[in-house]
Protein backbone atom coordinates (compact mmCIF):
# COMPACT_ATOMS: atom_id res chain seq x y z
CA UNK A 1 0.00 0.00 0.00
CA UNK A 2 1.15 3.40 -0.87
CA UNK A 3 2.19 6.08 2.06
CA UNK A 4 -0.29 8.72 1.93
CA UNK A 5 0.09 12.28 0.41
CA UNK A 6 1.09 15.25 1.91
CA UNK A 7 -0.35 17.83 -0.85
CA UNK A 8 -3.69 16.03 -1.95
CA UNK A 9 -6.61 15.15 -0.25
CA UNK A 10 -8.67 11.78 0.13
CA UNK A 11 -5.58 9.24 0.16
CA UNK A 12 -6.28 5.56 1.19
CA UNK A 13 -4.68 4.51 4.22
CA UNK A 14 -4.87 1.23 5.94
CA UNK A 15 -7.79 0.40 3.40
CA UNK A 16 -9.98 3.04 4.57
CA UNK A 17 -10.70 6.34 2.73
CA UNK A 18 -9.41 9.27 5.06
CA UNK A 19 -12.08 11.96 5.67
CA UNK A 20 -11.39 14.65 3.03
CA UNK A 21 -10.01 18.05 3.98
CA UNK A 22 -10.40 20.79 2.56
CA UNK A 23 -8.26 20.83 -0.76
CA UNK A 24 -6.77 24.22 -0.63
CA UNK A 25 -5.22 23.85 2.71
CA UNK A 26 -3.61 21.07 1.35
CA UNK A 27 -2.12 22.90 -1.77
CA UNK A 28 -1.07 26.28 -0.28
CA UNK A 29 2.43 26.79 -1.34
CA UNK A 30 3.97 27.91 1.84
CA UNK A 31 2.17 26.59 5.29
CA UNK A 32 3.45 28.46 8.25
CA UNK A 33 3.95 26.76 11.56
CA UNK A 34 2.60 27.37 14.43
CA UNK A 35 3.69 29.58 17.20
CA UNK A 36 6.21 27.60 19.82
CA UNK A 37 4.84 28.16 23.50
CA UNK A 38 7.74 27.93 26.20
CA UNK A 39 7.12 24.23 26.63
CA UNK A 40 6.99 23.07 23.38
CA UNK A 41 10.20 24.88 22.42
CA UNK A 42 11.08 22.65 25.68
CA UNK A 43 10.15 19.56 23.93
CA UNK A 44 9.81 20.09 20.13
CA UNK A 45 8.16 16.85 20.08
CA UNK A 46 5.35 18.46 22.17
CA UNK A 47 3.02 19.59 19.34
CA UNK A 48 3.34 16.33 17.01
CA UNK A 49 0.61 14.12 16.85
CA UNK A 50 0.19 10.80 15.14
CA UNK A 51 -1.21 12.12 12.11
CA UNK A 52 0.31 15.37 11.31
CA UNK A 53 3.84 17.01 11.36
CA UNK A 54 4.48 20.27 13.07
CA UNK A 55 3.71 22.39 10.00
CA UNK A 56 0.02 20.75 9.81
CA UNK A 57 1.03 18.30 6.94
CA UNK A 58 0.36 14.52 7.12
CA UNK A 59 3.07 13.05 9.25
CA UNK A 60 6.51 12.56 6.59
CA UNK A 61 7.95 8.75 6.39
CA UNK A 62 11.09 8.88 4.70
CA UNK A 63 13.99 7.26 6.73
CA UNK A 64 17.77 6.93 5.74
CA UNK A 65 17.42 4.40 3.21
CA UNK A 66 14.32 5.73 1.50
CA UNK A 67 16.81 8.64 1.09
CA UNK A 68 19.76 7.07 0.43
CA UNK A 69 17.59 4.99 -2.84
CA UNK A 70 16.22 8.68 -3.96
CA UNK A 71 19.63 9.97 -4.02
CA UNK A 72 21.04 6.65 -5.66
CA UNK A 73 18.31 6.81 -8.30
CA UNK A 74 19.08 10.52 -8.78
CA UNK A 75 22.68 10.17 -8.93
CA UNK A 76 23.17 7.31 -10.96
CA UNK A 77 21.47 7.82 -13.85
CA UNK A 78 22.71 7.78 -17.85
CA UNK A 79 25.59 9.68 -16.79
CA UNK A 80 27.43 6.57 -15.47
CA UNK A 81 27.37 5.21 -19.29
CA UNK A 82 29.12 8.22 -20.46
CA UNK A 83 31.94 8.07 -17.78
CA UNK A 84 34.07 5.99 -19.96
CA UNK A 85 34.09 8.12 -22.87
CA UNK A 86 34.81 11.40 -20.38
CA UNK A 87 38.11 9.34 -18.70
CA UNK A 88 39.25 8.43 -22.14
CA UNK A 89 39.01 12.41 -23.28
CA UNK A 90 40.74 13.58 -20.09
CA UNK A 91 43.29 10.57 -19.95
CA UNK A 92 44.65 8.33 -16.40
CA UNK A 93 45.92 11.11 -14.67
CA UNK A 94 43.08 14.04 -14.78
CA UNK A 95 40.09 11.83 -15.25
CA UNK A 96 39.69 9.73 -12.09
CA UNK A 97 41.15 13.04 -10.20
CA UNK A 98 38.23 15.02 -11.96
CA UNK A 99 35.58 12.76 -11.01
CA UNK A 100 36.45 12.52 -7.33
CA UNK A 101 36.80 16.45 -7.13
CA UNK A 102 32.98 16.80 -8.35
CA UNK A 103 32.22 14.42 -5.96
CA UNK A 104 33.88 16.01 -2.76
CA UNK A 105 32.42 19.58 -4.10
CA UNK A 106 29.36 17.61 -4.60
CA UNK A 107 29.54 16.26 -1.08
CA UNK A 108 30.01 19.31 0.47
CA UNK A 109 28.15 21.99 -0.55
CA UNK A 110 25.06 19.03 -0.44
CA UNK A 111 25.91 19.05 3.80
CA UNK A 112 25.42 22.95 3.05
CA UNK A 113 22.30 22.64 1.29
CA UNK A 114 20.78 20.48 3.91
CA UNK A 115 20.74 22.89 6.49
CA UNK A 116 18.50 25.39 4.68
CA UNK A 117 16.04 23.28 4.87
CA UNK A 118 14.64 24.95 7.86
CA UNK A 119 14.83 28.66 8.74
CA UNK A 120 16.72 29.12 11.94
CA UNK A 121 17.08 26.31 14.44
CA UNK A 122 17.43 23.08 12.40
CA UNK A 123 15.01 21.38 14.57
CA UNK A 124 12.17 23.47 14.97
CA UNK A 125 12.83 26.41 12.32
CA UNK A 126 9.90 27.30 9.42
CA UNK A 127 10.66 23.94 6.64
CA UNK A 128 11.29 25.01 3.29
CA UNK A 129 10.06 22.59 0.66
CA UNK A 130 11.33 23.26 -2.21
CA UNK A 131 14.33 24.90 -3.43
CA UNK A 132 13.24 27.97 -4.70
CA UNK A 133 11.58 28.21 -0.86
CA UNK A 134 14.81 27.89 0.51
CA UNK A 135 16.39 30.57 -1.54
CA UNK A 136 13.39 32.99 -0.59
CA UNK A 137 13.68 32.58 2.93
CA UNK A 138 17.44 33.16 2.91
CA UNK A 139 18.68 35.37 0.13
CA UNK A 140 14.94 36.58 -1.44
CA UNK A 141 15.18 39.22 -4.17
CA UNK A 142 15.72 38.17 -7.62
CA UNK A 143 17.91 35.66 -6.91
CA UNK A 144 14.46 33.75 -5.92
CA UNK A 145 13.08 34.11 -10.06
CA UNK A 146 16.90 32.87 -11.22
CA UNK A 147 16.76 30.30 -9.31
CA UNK A 148 13.61 28.83 -9.92
CA UNK A 149 14.34 29.67 -13.88
CA UNK A 150 17.72 27.37 -13.76
CA UNK A 151 16.16 24.71 -11.61
CA UNK A 152 12.67 23.97 -13.53
CA UNK A 153 14.81 24.53 -16.99
CA UNK A 154 17.08 21.93 -15.45
CA UNK A 155 14.91 19.41 -14.55
CA UNK A 156 12.74 19.83 -17.93
CA UNK A 157 16.36 18.66 -20.12
CA UNK A 158 17.01 16.15 -17.84
CA UNK A 159 13.64 14.31 -18.58
CA UNK A 160 14.69 15.17 -22.37
CA UNK A 161 17.93 13.92 -21.40
CA UNK A 162 16.40 10.43 -19.79
CA UNK A 163 13.87 10.02 -22.96
CA UNK A 164 17.05 10.09 -25.24
CA UNK A 165 18.67 7.54 -23.19
CA UNK A 166 15.96 5.35 -22.40
CA UNK A 167 15.11 5.25 -26.35
CA UNK A 168 19.07 4.41 -27.11
CA UNK A 169 18.90 1.72 -24.53
CA UNK A 170 15.95 -0.06 -25.56
CA UNK A 171 17.20 0.20 -29.58
CA UNK A 172 20.77 -1.48 -28.09
CA UNK A 173 18.58 -4.16 -27.21
CA UNK A 174 16.64 -4.58 -30.56
CA UNK A 175 20.02 -4.16 -31.98
CA UNK A 176 22.16 -6.45 -29.88
CA UNK A 177 19.37 -9.46 -31.05
CA UNK A 178 20.02 -8.23 -34.87
CA UNK A 179 24.27 -8.66 -34.77
CA UNK A 180 23.47 -11.95 -33.26
CA UNK A 181 21.29 -13.19 -35.83
CA UNK A 182 23.64 -11.79 -38.41
CA UNK A 183 26.84 -12.69 -36.69
CA UNK A 184 28.41 -9.36 -36.42
CA UNK A 185 27.82 -8.65 -40.14
CA UNK A 186 24.52 -7.06 -40.56
CA UNK A 187 24.16 -2.98 -40.82
CA UNK A 188 21.08 -3.00 -37.67
CA UNK A 189 19.96 0.64 -38.37
CA UNK A 190 16.81 1.83 -36.92
CA UNK A 191 14.86 4.74 -36.07
CA UNK A 192 15.10 6.36 -32.22
CA UNK A 193 11.83 7.79 -32.87
CA UNK A 194 9.58 4.64 -32.06
CA UNK A 195 11.04 3.83 -28.93
CA UNK A 196 11.29 7.67 -27.73
CA UNK A 197 7.50 7.40 -28.29
CA UNK A 198 7.09 4.25 -26.45
CA UNK A 199 9.09 5.65 -23.34
CA UNK A 200 6.98 8.65 -23.18
CA UNK A 201 3.70 6.36 -23.22
CA UNK A 202 5.05 4.34 -20.12
CA UNK A 203 5.93 7.93 -18.17
CA UNK A 204 2.44 9.56 -18.92
CA UNK A 205 1.01 6.92 -17.25
CA UNK A 206 3.66 6.79 -14.35
CA UNK A 207 3.22 10.31 -14.25
CA UNK A 208 0.02 10.40 -12.50
CA UNK A 209 1.40 9.15 -9.66
CA UNK A 210 0.15 12.64 -7.41
CA UNK A 211 3.66 13.77 -5.49
CA UNK A 212 6.80 12.39 -4.51
CA UNK A 213 5.64 10.66 -1.00
CA UNK A 214 4.06 7.89 -3.11
CA UNK A 215 7.40 7.35 -5.56
CA UNK A 216 9.30 5.70 -2.60
CA UNK A 217 9.01 2.31 -4.13
CA UNK A 218 9.62 3.64 -7.89
CA UNK A 219 13.12 4.75 -6.29
CA UNK A 220 13.89 1.57 -5.13
CA UNK A 221 13.56 -0.36 -7.71
CA UNK A 222 15.77 1.85 -10.10
CA UNK A 223 18.18 2.06 -7.40
CA UNK A 224 18.29 -1.37 -7.86
CA UNK A 225 18.49 -1.35 -11.51
CA UNK A 226 20.93 1.16 -11.70
CA UNK A 227 23.50 -1.24 -9.33
CA UNK A 228 22.32 -3.92 -12.08
CA UNK A 229 23.54 -2.16 -15.09
CA UNK A 230 26.36 -0.80 -13.30
CA UNK A 231 27.94 -3.89 -11.99
CA UNK A 232 27.05 -5.44 -15.69
CA UNK A 233 29.21 -3.01 -17.42
CA UNK A 234 31.68 -2.86 -14.95
CA UNK A 235 32.07 -6.97 -15.48
CA UNK A 236 31.85 -6.69 -19.64
CA UNK A 237 35.27 -3.70 -19.23
CA UNK A 238 37.05 -6.38 -16.93
CA UNK A 239 35.94 -9.23 -19.23
CA UNK A 240 37.10 -7.20 -21.93
CA UNK A 241 40.36 -5.97 -20.39
CA UNK A 242 41.07 -9.93 -19.88
CA UNK A 243 40.90 -10.36 -23.34
CA UNK A 244 43.10 -7.59 -24.47
CA UNK A 245 45.75 -8.77 -22.08
CA UNK A 246 46.84 -5.18 -21.35
CA UNK A 247 44.87 -1.64 -19.98
CA UNK A 248 44.40 0.51 -22.62
CA UNK A 249 45.00 4.49 -23.10
CA UNK A 250 47.41 6.80 -21.76
CA UNK A 251 47.82 9.39 -19.20
CA UNK A 252 46.64 12.77 -21.33
CA UNK A 253 43.52 10.97 -22.79
CA UNK A 254 42.32 10.48 -26.45
CA UNK A 255 45.50 11.52 -29.05
CA UNK A 256 45.09 13.91 -31.86
CA UNK A 257 44.63 11.86 -34.67
CA UNK A 258 43.05 9.29 -33.70
CA UNK A 259 39.92 7.86 -36.23
CA UNK A 260 36.82 8.05 -35.06
CA UNK A 261 33.18 7.65 -35.77
CA UNK A 262 32.99 11.28 -36.04
CA UNK A 263 36.07 11.52 -37.58
CA UNK A 264 39.71 11.90 -37.17
CA UNK A 265 40.52 14.07 -33.49
CA UNK A 266 42.07 17.21 -34.64
CA UNK A 267 43.56 19.59 -31.84
CA UNK A 268 40.52 22.08 -31.40
CA UNK A 269 38.76 19.07 -31.79
CA UNK A 270 40.18 17.22 -28.36
CA UNK A 271 40.09 20.66 -26.67
CA UNK A 272 36.40 20.39 -26.85
CA UNK A 273 35.63 17.18 -26.05
CA UNK A 274 37.96 17.40 -22.69
CA UNK A 275 35.86 20.68 -22.06
CA UNK A 276 32.55 18.61 -22.54
CA UNK A 277 34.00 15.65 -20.34
CA UNK A 278 33.67 17.96 -17.85
CA UNK A 279 30.31 18.54 -18.19
CA UNK A 280 29.51 14.94 -18.44
CA UNK A 281 30.71 14.22 -15.10
CA UNK A 282 28.64 17.18 -13.84
CA UNK A 283 25.73 15.24 -14.78
CA UNK A 284 26.42 12.61 -13.53
CA UNK A 285 26.81 14.20 -9.76
CA UNK A 286 23.35 16.15 -10.50
CA UNK A 287 20.97 16.11 -7.42
CA UNK A 288 21.28 18.86 -5.70
CA UNK A 289 18.16 20.40 -7.64
CA UNK A 290 16.01 18.10 -5.88
CA UNK A 291 17.80 17.46 -2.37
CA UNK A 292 15.25 19.90 -0.64
CA UNK A 293 12.08 17.99 -1.94
CA UNK A 294 14.33 14.87 -1.33
CA UNK A 295 14.54 16.08 2.43
CA UNK A 296 10.88 17.22 2.90
CA UNK A 297 10.01 13.46 2.62
CA UNK A 298 11.92 12.58 6.07
CA UNK A 299 10.35 12.34 9.07
CA UNK A 300 11.56 13.24 12.16
CA UNK A 301 13.46 12.89 14.91
CA UNK A 302 16.20 12.84 14.64
CA UNK A 303 16.32 16.29 12.33
CA UNK A 304 15.88 15.81 8.51
CA UNK A 305 19.04 17.58 7.79
CA UNK A 306 21.08 14.62 10.20
CA UNK A 307 19.44 11.91 7.81
CA UNK A 308 20.60 14.25 4.57
CA UNK A 309 23.80 14.12 5.36
CA UNK A 310 24.08 10.81 6.60
CA UNK A 311 22.51 9.53 3.61
CA UNK A 312 24.27 11.56 1.08
CA UNK A 313 27.97 10.72 2.34
CA UNK A 314 26.27 7.09 2.05
CA UNK A 315 24.89 7.52 -1.40
CA UNK A 316 27.95 9.61 -3.16
CA UNK A 317 30.12 6.91 -1.24
CA UNK A 318 28.51 4.32 -3.63
CA UNK A 319 28.08 6.06 -6.45
CA UNK A 320 31.72 7.34 -6.56
CA UNK A 321 32.87 3.60 -6.23
CA UNK A 322 30.81 2.41 -9.24
CA UNK A 323 31.50 5.58 -11.22
CA UNK A 324 35.43 4.49 -10.64
CA UNK A 325 35.05 1.28 -11.66
CA UNK A 326 32.98 1.55 -14.47
CA UNK A 327 34.52 4.57 -15.75
CA UNK A 328 38.40 3.10 -15.31
CA UNK A 329 37.47 -0.72 -16.74
CA UNK A 330 35.36 1.32 -19.83
CA UNK A 331 38.24 3.34 -20.77
CA UNK A 332 40.52 0.43 -20.05
CA UNK A 333 39.04 -1.86 -22.20
CA UNK A 334 38.68 0.27 -25.41
CA UNK A 335 41.29 3.13 -24.67
CA UNK A 336 41.09 6.08 -26.94
CA UNK A 337 38.15 4.48 -29.13
CA UNK A 338 35.71 4.17 -25.61
CA UNK A 339 31.74 4.56 -27.20
CA UNK A 340 29.70 7.46 -26.31
CA UNK A 341 27.56 5.27 -23.86
CA UNK A 342 28.93 2.11 -22.53
CA UNK A 343 26.89 -0.51 -23.18
CA UNK A 344 24.79 1.03 -26.13
CA UNK A 345 27.90 1.74 -27.98
CA UNK A 346 28.62 -1.77 -28.98
CA UNK A 347 31.64 -2.22 -27.65
CA UNK A 348 30.21 -5.32 -26.53
CA UNK A 349 28.67 -7.92 -28.84
CA UNK A 350 28.94 -11.03 -26.33
CA UNK A 351 27.31 -12.32 -23.99
CA UNK A 352 24.41 -10.77 -25.97
CA UNK A 353 21.94 -11.94 -23.02
CA UNK A 354 23.96 -9.85 -20.53
CA UNK A 355 23.56 -6.79 -22.65
CA UNK A 356 19.82 -7.11 -23.04
CA UNK A 357 19.53 -7.79 -19.27
CA UNK A 358 21.68 -4.54 -18.64
CA UNK A 359 20.35 -2.62 -20.97
CA UNK A 360 16.44 -3.14 -19.79
CA UNK A 361 17.91 -2.53 -16.54
CA UNK A 362 18.99 0.85 -17.43
CA UNK A 363 15.15 1.47 -19.15
CA UNK A 364 13.55 1.07 -15.82
CA UNK A 365 15.85 3.09 -13.78
CA UNK A 366 15.32 5.24 -16.31
CA UNK A 367 11.71 5.03 -15.69
CA UNK A 368 11.86 5.81 -12.28
CA UNK A 369 14.85 8.48 -12.29
CA UNK A 370 12.10 10.69 -14.75
CA UNK A 371 9.78 10.76 -12.07
CA UNK A 372 12.20 11.59 -9.13
CA UNK A 373 13.31 14.39 -11.48
CA UNK A 374 10.05 15.53 -12.82
CA UNK A 375 7.76 15.23 -9.35
CA UNK A 376 8.97 18.73 -7.75
CA UNK A 377 8.10 20.46 -11.13
CA UNK A 378 4.93 19.07 -11.61
CA UNK A 379 4.36 20.05 -7.86
CA UNK A 380 5.40 23.37 -8.39
CA UNK A 381 2.79 24.06 -11.31
CA UNK A 382 -0.01 22.68 -9.86
CA UNK A 383 0.51 24.20 -6.27
CA UNK A 384 1.12 27.90 -8.44
CA UNK A 385 -1.93 27.07 -10.29
CA UNK A 386 -4.03 25.94 -7.06
CA UNK A 387 -2.94 29.62 -5.42
CA UNK A 388 -3.86 31.22 -9.00
CA UNK A 389 -7.56 29.78 -9.72
CA UNK A 390 -8.80 28.30 -6.17
CA UNK A 391 -12.06 28.19 -7.43
CA UNK A 392 -11.82 26.26 -10.45
CA UNK A 393 -13.16 22.82 -10.01
CA UNK A 394 -10.80 22.12 -12.75
CA UNK A 395 -7.73 22.74 -10.96
CA UNK A 396 -8.77 21.79 -7.30
CA UNK A 397 -11.13 19.43 -7.34
CA UNK A 398 -10.53 15.41 -7.51
CA UNK A 399 -12.53 12.48 -8.48
CA UNK A 400 -12.52 9.33 -6.85
CA UNK A 401 -11.74 6.08 -9.03
CA UNK A 402 -12.71 2.85 -7.63
CA UNK A 403 -9.58 0.35 -8.63
CA UNK A 404 -9.76 -2.80 -8.13
CA UNK A 405 -7.46 -5.16 -5.62
CA UNK A 406 -6.05 -1.21 -4.88
CA UNK A 407 -8.42 0.76 -3.44
CA UNK A 408 -9.38 4.49 -4.43
CA UNK A 409 -7.58 6.93 -7.19
CA UNK A 410 -8.18 10.38 -6.51
CA UNK A 411 -8.18 11.77 -10.06
CA UNK A 412 -7.23 15.55 -11.00
CA UNK A 413 -8.09 16.57 -14.36
CA UNK A 414 -5.71 19.73 -14.03
CA UNK A 415 -2.98 17.09 -13.10
CA UNK A 416 -4.06 14.48 -16.18
CA UNK A 417 -3.83 17.28 -18.77
CA UNK A 418 -0.76 19.10 -17.65
CA UNK A 419 1.32 15.85 -16.93
CA UNK A 420 0.56 14.88 -19.98
CA UNK A 421 1.45 17.61 -21.98
CA UNK A 422 4.36 17.72 -20.00
CA UNK A 423 5.65 14.12 -20.96
CA UNK A 424 4.40 14.86 -24.41
CA UNK A 425 6.26 18.00 -25.23
CA UNK A 426 9.57 16.47 -23.75
CA UNK A 427 9.13 13.97 -26.12
CA UNK A 428 8.91 15.92 -28.83
CA UNK A 429 12.16 17.41 -27.99
CA UNK A 430 13.95 14.54 -27.75
CA UNK A 431 13.22 13.42 -31.28
CA UNK A 432 14.07 16.50 -32.46
CA UNK A 433 17.77 16.83 -30.60
CA UNK A 434 18.63 13.34 -29.88
CA UNK A 435 22.28 13.86 -29.31
CA UNK A 436 23.09 11.86 -26.16
CA UNK A 437 26.57 13.25 -24.91
CA UNK A 438 26.15 17.02 -26.37
CA UNK A 439 22.49 17.25 -23.86
CA UNK A 440 24.12 15.43 -21.08
CA UNK A 441 27.47 18.06 -21.48
CA UNK A 442 25.09 20.80 -21.64
CA UNK A 443 22.16 19.75 -19.29
CA UNK A 444 25.27 18.92 -16.51
CA UNK A 445 27.54 22.32 -17.04
CA UNK A 446 23.98 24.51 -16.92
CA UNK A 447 22.93 23.54 -13.27
CA UNK A 448 26.47 22.58 -11.88
CA UNK A 449 27.37 26.17 -10.55
CA UNK A 450 24.22 27.61 -10.18
CA UNK A 451 22.23 24.57 -8.40
CA UNK A 452 25.12 22.48 -6.72
CA UNK A 453 27.64 25.32 -5.90
CA UNK A 454 26.43 29.13 -5.81
CA UNK A 455 22.70 28.91 -4.40
CA UNK A 456 24.29 26.47 -1.57
CA UNK A 457 27.45 28.74 -0.71
CA UNK A 458 25.39 32.07 -0.79
CA UNK A 459 22.53 30.33 1.25
CA UNK A 460 24.51 29.13 3.62
CA UNK A 461 26.55 32.19 4.10
CA UNK A 462 23.18 34.46 5.00
CA UNK A 463 21.86 31.75 7.20
CA UNK A 464 25.37 31.63 9.53
CA UNK A 465 25.86 35.46 8.95
CA UNK A 466 30.01 34.58 7.52
CA UNK A 467 31.77 37.53 7.55
CA UNK A 468 33.02 39.40 4.10
CA UNK A 469 37.07 38.86 4.25
CA UNK A 470 36.63 35.80 6.79
CA UNK A 471 38.94 33.08 6.30
CA UNK A 472 36.19 30.82 5.81
CA UNK A 473 34.36 33.24 3.30
CA UNK A 474 37.34 33.48 1.39
CA UNK A 475 37.44 29.68 1.28
CA UNK A 476 33.81 29.52 -0.01
CA UNK A 477 34.58 31.98 -3.09
CA UNK A 478 37.67 30.54 -4.19
CA UNK A 479 35.36 27.29 -4.53
CA UNK A 480 32.63 28.99 -6.07
CA UNK A 481 34.76 31.42 -8.74
CA UNK A 482 36.59 27.98 -9.59
CA UNK A 483 33.28 26.00 -10.00
CA UNK A 484 31.93 28.98 -12.27
CA UNK A 485 34.80 28.73 -14.25
CA UNK A 486 34.71 24.78 -14.83
CA UNK A 487 30.75 25.59 -15.39
CA UNK A 488 31.67 28.26 -18.44
CA UNK A 489 34.03 26.05 -20.05
CA UNK A 490 31.89 22.58 -19.90
CA UNK A 491 29.00 24.76 -21.47
CA UNK A 492 31.11 25.85 -24.26
CA UNK A 493 32.49 22.34 -25.03
CA UNK A 494 29.27 20.97 -25.39
CA UNK A 495 27.71 23.76 -27.14
CA UNK A 496 30.56 23.21 -29.50
CA UNK A 497 29.95 19.50 -29.81
CA UNK A 498 26.13 20.38 -30.66
CA UNK A 499 27.44 22.45 -33.20
CA UNK A 500 29.24 19.62 -34.96
CA UNK A 501 26.52 17.22 -34.95
CA UNK A 502 23.82 19.94 -36.12
CA UNK A 503 25.78 19.79 -39.24
CA UNK A 504 24.76 15.84 -40.00
CA UNK A 505 21.36 16.14 -38.76
CA UNK A 506 18.02 15.54 -40.04
CA UNK A 507 15.11 16.25 -37.71
CA UNK A 508 12.94 13.26 -36.73
CA UNK A 509 15.45 11.02 -39.09
CA UNK A 510 17.89 10.05 -36.66
CA UNK A 511 18.46 6.33 -36.68
CA UNK A 512 21.59 4.26 -35.19
Not at 57 to 86: C, E, M, P
Not at 308 to 314: G, H, I, N, R, S
Request: glycine content about 8%; some cysteine; overall charge positive.
Amino acid sequence: MLPRSRTMPSRIHHGAVEERHDVRHYLQVEVQPKAHTETEATNPQANYSNCFDDDGRLKRTGNFWTTSSHIITAVIGSGVLSLAWAIAQLGWVAGPTVLILFALVNLYTANLLSQCYRSGDPVTGQRNYTYMDAVKANLGGKKVIFCGLIQYLNLFGVAIGYTIAASVSMMAIKRSNCFQKSGGKGPCHMSSNGYMITFGIIEVLFSQIPDFDQVWWLSIVAAIMSFTYSTAGLGLGIGKVAGNGSFKGSLTGISIGTLTSAGTVTGTQKLWRSLQALGAIAFAYSFSIILLEIQDTIRSPPAEYKTMKKATLFSIIVTTTFYLLCGCMGYAAFGDLAPNNLLTGFGFYNPYWLIDIANAAIVVHLVGAYQVFCQPLFAFMEKWSAKKWPKSDLVTVEYEIPIPFWGVYQLNLFRLIWRTIFVVLTTLISMLLPFFNDVVGILGAMGFWPLTVYFPIEMYKAQKKIGRGTTRWLGLQILNVSCFFITLVAAIGSVAGVVLDLKTYKPFKTSY
